[in-house]
């Protein structure tokens, strides 16, 4: 991404804070009680919506889940058990 931002930075529970403390500020800014205040609550509704922080890379956060490993990898084989000997593990030929 352009600017050196990274991409997504704001995971699922931080996100639902944003959103929840950002809509309330900006309510008590319209309908009165916060004053000019409430207007502050744009911010964290705007970094809820689009999930990205600009102030986490300066400090070093990251809220998001780590990414899934990608689909191209071939799955590790298991290990191989060795078989068993015909009458048991006295009876080796």
Known sequence: ???GMAGRNVGGLDQTVR???????VMMWIFGPLGWWGAL???P???????VCPVYPLFGLNTCPAPPPAADAAP??????????????DKAP
């Open 76 to 89: 590790e084989a298991p290990a191989e058990a060795p078989l068993p000997t015909p009458g048991g593990p």
């Open 19 to 25: 959103l929840a403390v950002g809509t309330a500020l």
């Open 45 to 51: 509704l705007v970094t809820g919506l689009t999930r």
């Open 1 to 3: 991404m352009a600017g």
């Open 41 to 43: 609550g744009f911010l």
